[in-house]
Each structure stands twice: as C-alpha cells, then as structure tokens.
C-alpha cells in the first residue's frame, strides 16, 4: 500500500537522520553521516549525480563530501559493469565503521603529535648549540625533553591501541555481541 511505502520511506529518513547525529560524536560532519546513512540504507553504490540528488548538495559539494569518507576509510569507489560513472559504496559493518572511525582520527592525532615533537626538539637543540646554557635554562630545556618522552610515550600507547582496534583483536575481548543479552540494556 502507498501509506506503507510512505512510513517505511520516513522509517529509513530517520535511521539516516539518527546515522548523521551519531557521526557528530565521532567529530565527523553530519554531511558525511548523511551520506553514509543514505548508501547504508540504500544498500547498493551510488553516484555522485544520485546522492546530489538524494541530498540536494551540489556535485563538488558531494565530491568533497565523498572524499572525505574515502580519507575516513568509510567509503570507497567501486566498480559496476556496465556502469561509465564513479560508484561510491560505504562499509555496511557498524564495527568496522567505528574502527575505522576511530583509528583514521586518532591516526592524524598521531601524526600531528610527532610532527609537533619534531618540532620542538630542533628548537631545543638550536637553542643548546646556539650557545651555553646557564644551569636553570639547561635544567627547563631537560625538562621539557622529558615531558616531551612522555608525550611520545602517552601517543606510542594510542598507535598501539588503533592497531589493537585495526587488528580485530578488540573483539575478542570485547565481542560484538552478548550470547542472550538484551541488545537495548
């Protein structure tokens, strides 16, 4: 019936709605949740010229849109015999969707720190070849080396834990479901 279609049509703009605010918690924007809820409800790849269309975004908008996703490892382009234009088609696992979430952030955090490490110790270096350091200004500069060690060992520690995520091993200790549990506990 045509009111079904209509509610199981406002059912699916919903859960697409509920997919974009998750994303704001993930610090991606809703854009990119749309368009991943729309291909994940969808089910199938779509164009750029069908999600403008689904979205009402501009073309290069929603190119930029779908790149991101691609750099957020949510999404890739497939390829569709037949075919001519570029497919996009989102990861349908709600885990992996997370992982990849997860770690491509905490990946560029990563990034960014040792960039910023880097940095700062060739500051420090210039500054104690520059010329003699008086004993205090030698005491500071040991001991921001010092709680630059430990902010290179606090992000070794978040390497390690988006590998332990990318690996899969988190779900054997934290499995993807409860044997009998109630889901919505």
Known sequence: MEGDK???ADVKTQFIDKIADNMSSFGVSTSVGRVLGIIYMKRSPMTLDE????????????SQVVREMIDLNIAERVFQKGVRKDLYQVEQDYYQTFVSLFTS????????SKHFE????????????DHPLTEADEQAVDEILAEIREWMDY???IKRLTEFFESGEIFNHVPKNRQGGNHLE
């Open 105 to 112: 952030t905490w990946r560029k955090a990563i990034n960014k």
């Open 6 to 8: 209509d509610k199981i």
């Open 51 to 62: 999600l403008s269309a689904e979205t009402g975004m501009s073309k290069t908008r929603m």
């Open 155 to 157: 992000y070794d520690w």
């Open 118 to 129: 880097q940095k700062l110790q060739g500051k420090l270096k210039d500054l104690q070849e």
